[in-house]
Structures are given as structure tokens and as C-alpha cells.
């Protein structure tokens, strides 16, 4: 093997209603790079039971992630929608990558220090190895590139770390079955299985913030349905949700430097570049010295323009239950041939025996 292929793989938890956050920061960016890349896109299901375990309708929710996904342009046909739990390998990859990963790696993870809490002794194992799982979700395919949200950073860079001590330490036996990439780590050669999986970070809005608190980042578990426009919020809803989100009472500056100390307003103005694909500057060009008397019914009206055809899609696919387990299902499919040819390999470089 001379290179790793490119290819992009993300994942969405089906926990709650997807939100803005969610489109402008992860599925928008999802579209864009099925124009220019190989995609496989995950609805990690596997990864949910991780913030709890009894649903009610977790099939329902998946269903309805994968039907987010659809609505807002992902092509199931030139590639792949599928959901974790369908595909056994990612499961049996996490436990190898269990075996890899040190455990001082997983308690410097802030994410399990956030969830779990100053009770860490009543979290979940999965809890604690969910950036082990999200490695194995990635390196399954030997994805070369991941749209990440500045929350999983850090899990990346966790799962550049297991590649890396993989490929270290099987070095010579991926030489010998000739599986490998040689790949410069420090002054040494390494034959490596895995590639050292690169971040797609980056856009006006990158980290979408709550609208009652330009502090907190926008979620699906927040109590106040206010702070946030959920995709299958209708246009009056988006509209209510814009006039009511949190100010402060100066205009808008004319640079992106008067944002500084100023989360509301920056959040907004995040979102309207974000939606209008256009950068902070450029929206300050035009509305900079306005009032939010004036930018925030612009932005309620660019916010239903390009949101509510989404929540119509959505709702209308939503509605053919047998359409959407038809996709997940040939997308499993297709996962799951390229999953087990990873793992024949990769079972091979360890040594277990498969014959």
C-alpha cells in the first residue's frame, strides 16, 4: 500500500431533538464534503447508551437522525447512511482499542469529567471508554478526515493517539503481511494499519450557544425549549425563538473585535454568517451600527428561508418508516463488508486466530 484513501466518516447520537447547533455545526458540513469526498455517515446509536440506558423509542429516534440527514441532502446512494449498532465490527474493534488505549488517556477526557460528575465512581464503563468507541467508529474505515465540533477535540486527538500506538507496536508484523503505509512518526519509520485521522474544524459557526445564554453551548438537554431552534421547529416557532433570544442593549460593532465580551451577540451573529455561508466580518459590514431591532428579524426570515424546507423534508420522510429502515438497512450493508475487511486484517496483525 503506497497512502490511505481519503475518506470521511462522522457520527450523530440519536438523543433528542436535533438543533441548530447540530445542522450549522456538524450536518451542513456533512453535506458539503459528500461533493468532494467519500463519505460514510453514522447515527451511533451504540453511543447513546451511554447517557442512558432504557429508551422508550430509541429506534424511533434513530429513524428520525437518519431522516435529518436525508432532508438536509445527504445522498444515501453515492454513500454511506447507516446506523453502529447494525455493523457488530465497530464493537469489536472498541474492545481491541480498549486494550490500546491507557486508562490515564481516559480519565484526562473532560467530557467524562463533565458527565460524570463529582460521582465518577456511579458512571458507566461505557462512559469511560465512549472515545474508545469513537476511535474504533473512525479507524474502522480507516477514515482520513472526521467533522468534528470543538467538543470532540479532544476525543480525536485520543483517536490520532490509539492509531499511532497501534502502529507502533504492531509495526513489523503490519510489515510482514505487507498491510501497511510507512508513515514518519518523530525520526522513526513506522508500518502503519491505521492513518492518523485529520479534523475538519472550522466555519463561521463552528460552536453554535444557547439562545437564553451566549455562555452554554446549545443542547438538546436544556430545560427551556427557548434556548434553542430544533430542526423541526415551523417558521412562526423559528421566528418566535429569534425575537426572544438574549441581547445585550448596545448596537452591533463594525468589527469582528467589538464581539469580544459580547456572547449574545456573538452567537447570533455566528448564526446568521453560519446560515448565510458568509463570514463574521461581512455580516458586521452590513449590519454593523443596527440595532437588534433591525438584524434580528433578518435573521428570523435567512433562518426560516433556509431551515424550514429542512423540517418539511424531515417531517415528510419521517412519515415513511419503511423508506428510511430501507437506507439504513443497504447502508448497513455496505458498511459492514467494508467493516469486516478492516477487521480480517486487523485480527490477522494481532495474532487471533481465524482459520
Same mark, same amino acid.
Given at each position: ?33 459528500? =461533493?468532494?469526498? $467519500? ?5 451511533? $446509536? ?10 422508550d423509542d430509541l429506534a424511533d429516534q434513530t429513524r428520525s437522525i437518519t431522516a435529518a440527514f436525508l432532508a438536509s441532502g445527504i445522498d444515501p446512494k453515492k454513500h454511506i447512511v447507516f446506523n453502529q449498532s447494525r455493523v457488530m465490527q465497530h464493537a469489536e474493534l472498541a474492545w481491541i482499542f480498549n486494550c490500546v488505549a491507557r486508562i490515564g488517556w481516559m480519565n484526562k477526557m473532560t467530557q467524562f469529567k463533565d458527565k460524570a460528575g463529582k460521582d465518577r465512581e456511579n458512571a458507566s464503563l461505557g462512559l469511560l471508554a465512549y472515545p474508545s468507541l469513537m476511535a474504533a467508529d473512525i479507524l474502522l474505515y480507516r477514515a482520513t ?76 438537554? $436544556? ?26 442593549? =448596545? ?8 464581539? =469580544? ?95
Amino acid at each position: 500500500m503506497s497512502a490511505f484513501k481519503p475518506l470521511v466518516f462522522s457520527g450523530v447520537q440519536p438523543t433528542g431533538n436535533l438543533h441548530l447547533g447540530n445542522y450549522l455545526g456538524a450536518i451542513k458540513k456533512f453535506v458539503a464534503l459528500q =461533493e468532494t469526498s $467519500d463519505c460514510i455517515y453514522c447515527v451511533v $446509536d451504540l453511543h447513546s447508551l451511554t447517557a442512558q440506558l432504557v429508551y422508550d423509542d430509541l429506534a424511533d429516534q434513530t429513524r428520525s437522525i437518519t431522516a435529518a440527514f436525508l432532508a438536509s441532502g445527504i445522498d444515501p446512494k453515492k454513500h454511506i447512511v447507516f446506523n453502529q449498532s447494525r455493523v457488530m465490527q465497530h464493537a469489536e474493534l472498541a474492545w481491541i482499542f480498549n486494550c490500546v488505549a491507557r486508562i490515564g488517556w481516559m480519565n484526562k477526557m473532560t467530557q467524562f469529567k463533565d458527565k460524570a460528575g463529582k460521582d465518577r465512581e456511579n458512571a458507566s464503563l461505557g462512559l469511560l471508554a465512549y472515545p474508545s468507541l469513537m476511535a474504533a467508529d473512525i479507524l474502522l474505515y480507516r477514515a482520513t478526515h472526521v467533522p468534528v465540533g470543538e467538543d470532540q477535540k479532544q476525543h480525536l486527538e485520543l483517536t490520532r493517539d490509539i492509531a499511532q500506538k497501534f502502529n507502533n507496536d504492531f509495526s513489523d508484523r503490519i510489515a510482514r503481511l505487507g498491510v501497511g503505509v510507512e508513515m514518519q512518526v518523530g525520526e522513526e519509520t513506522v508500518n502503519g494499519f491505521f492513518p492518523i485521522t485529520e479534523p475538519v474544524i472550522g466555519g463561521p459557526a463552528a460552536r453554535i450557544m444557547s439562545l437564553r445564554d451566549g455562555s452554554k453551548k446549545m443542547s438538546k438537554s $436544556d430545560p427551556s425549549d427557548l434556548s434553542r431552534i430544533n430542526l423541526t421547529d415551523d417558521a412562526d416557532t423559528i421566528s418566535k425563538k429569534i425575537r426572544k433570544a438574549k441581547t445585550d442593549p =448596545e448596537a452591533l460593532p463594525s468589527e469582528v473585535d467589538g464581539l =469580544e465580551s459580547r456572547p449574545e451577540a456573538e452567537n447570533l451573529v455566528g448564526i446568521y454568517a453560519g446560515l448565510a455561508e458568509m463570514s463574521k466580518a461581512d455580516v458586521l459590514k452590513e449590519f454593523g451600527g443596527q440595532q437588534f431591532s433591525v438584524f434580528k428579524p433578518a435573521l428570523a426570515d435567512l433562518a426560516v428561508e433556509k431551515l424550514a424546507p429542512i423540517a418539511g423534508e424531515m417531517r415528510r420522510i419521517e412519515g415513511d418508516r419503511a423508506y428510511v429502515d430501507a437506507v439504513l438497512r443497504d447502508g448497513g450493508e455496505r458498511a459492514g463488508v467494508l467493516a469486516e475487511t478492516t477487521m480480517k486484517t486487523v485480527r490477522d496483525i494481532i495474532g487471533l486466530l481465524q482459520s
